[in-house]
């Protein structure tokens, strides 16, 4: 059976536009969420967000292409370049064996928005020619596979907040199952906008908390929304063998990959998260999990009412009493959630706890939600000698995604 590997890893985040400044600042518990800085937001009722910071387009996109560019598709160059130079991929696999599977939540938001404004006040004349392609979901997986010659399996997965993991999941399949040697996988987003901030605002999901620092708050008793962030995760996927036989290095193994759909409500999670637990039920049986792994889970944990809870019960009845015995946190504390991206940074974190034996934090959360009781790591870093790591994420539409990486 052949066995996936991650070989490499980029990020760009509201922590940080590179993994290893983003690694550092979750361990340090450094908050990522401010007041706005991109717009005004004198006439929002919400007006913080998870922003990336001090982030230079032209590092991965020529000035003259920058207009045909969407920023949600510069961020995934960005973090794509980092894992591709990292892996050292390029060069050693057949082109026609090499995918690209980056995702996103939404797309070209501000592409969207800035042409329908020019439609509306200018006519159809000033809409323009780069639109489309600048504008759609799939875009980010197309650059990505133009810039590195990647001639094989391509895919957009577009699965709300679950869209990063479901991207690295479909990535590992192709992997696993020979139809690659290597897949650049992941998601990107950039909709910190004021359309998005007024839609997510009106229907009840964002927090209201006007304290960057304690807005979002995950399995908190005084949490009551998220907080939107942007940025992109991208992970190198690659054939073990492959992997060994160049002599690359090796941060973890992929080992499990669960998929399901709760089949509820467009929004909210089945109240008893059964979706989600048969979801870590296939991916921990995939992976060959046993009683006797050191387990890290980097929760959903967006900081709202149903989630949490729902993301409690469904991790207790997967895994039973050894749920109370697994490290959790939840690094959108710092991050915010940033939608298509998440499950792809949030997969990075997986592999770099279980890569450094060192757990993020979940920062700002004071007093735990009773019905919350599982060990969240709370305000500081831990050390633990972990042998298995595991990523949740859910998305509007039912989705249940869970990775699930073991060391090797």
């Avoid at 910071?53 to 207009?67: I, N, S």
């Avoid at 592999?351 to 007093?367: Q, R």
């Amino acid at each position: 059976m052949r066995r996936v590997v991650v070989t490499g890893v980029g990020a760009v985040t509201p922590v940080g536009n590179d993994v290893p400044t983003m690694w550092k600042n979750m361990l340090n518990g450094v908050c990522g969420i401010d007041k706005i800085k991109k717009f005004d937001t004198n006439d929002l009722a919400v007006k913080i967000a998870g922003e990336v910071k001090d982030f230079d387009p032209t590092t991965v996109v020529e000035k003259r292409d920058l207009r045909k560019t969407d920023m949600y598709t510069i961020f995934a160059l960005a973090a794509a370049k980092e894992a591709v130079e990292d892996s050292g991929i390029i060069g050693t696999v057949d082109d026609k064996r090499l995918g690209s599977y980056i995702g996103a939540g939404i797309g070209g938001l501000y592409t969207f928005v800035e042409n329908t404004q020019n439609l509306i006040e200018k006519g159809p004349r000033k809409v323009s020619p780069h639109f489309i392609p600048k504008m759609i979901g799939n875009i980010a997986t197309g650059q990505v596979a133009i810039k590195y010659n990647a001639k094989g399996v391509s895919l957009s997965v577009m699965s709300a907040c679950a869209t990063g993991a479901n991207s690295i999941g479909e990535a590992f399949h192709a992997v696993k199952d020979g139809y690659a040697d290597a897949v650049i996988a992941g998601g990107a987003e950039c909709v910190v906008h004021p359309l998005t901030i007024a839609g997510f605002s009106n229907m009840k999901a964002l927090s209201t908390t006007e304290d960057p620092k304690k807005a979002s708050i995950p399995f908190d008793v005084k949490r009551n929304g998220f907080v939107m962030g942007e940025g992109a995760g991208v992970l190198i996927l690659e054939e073990y063998e492959h992997a060994k036989a160049r002599g690359a290095k090796i941060y973890a193994e992929l080992s499990g990959y669960g998929n399901t759909c709760d089949a509820h409500h467009v929004t909210a999670p089945e109240p008893n998260g059964e979706g989600l637990a048969e979801a870590i039920r296939i991916g921990f049986k995939e992976a060959g999990v046993t009683d006797d792994d050191v387990i890290y889970l980097n929760a959903h944990g967006t900081s709202t009412p149903m989630n949490d809870k729902t993301e409690t019960m469904a991790v207790k009845a997967a895994l039973g009493e050894k749920a109370y015995d697994i490290s959790i946190s939840s690094t959108k504390s710092m991050t915010g959630h940033m939608l298509g991206a998440t499950g792809a940074i949030e997969a990075i974190v997986s592999v770099m706890a279980l890569k450094d034996g060192k757990i993020p934090p979940t920062i700002g959360t004071d007093e735990v939600d009773p019905e919350c009781d599982l060990d969240y790591t709370l305000g500081k870093a831990k050390k633990r000698a972990l042998t298995v790591s595991a990523s949740t994420n859910l998305g509007f539409g039912g989705h249940d995604t869970c990775l699930v990486f073991k060391k090797i």
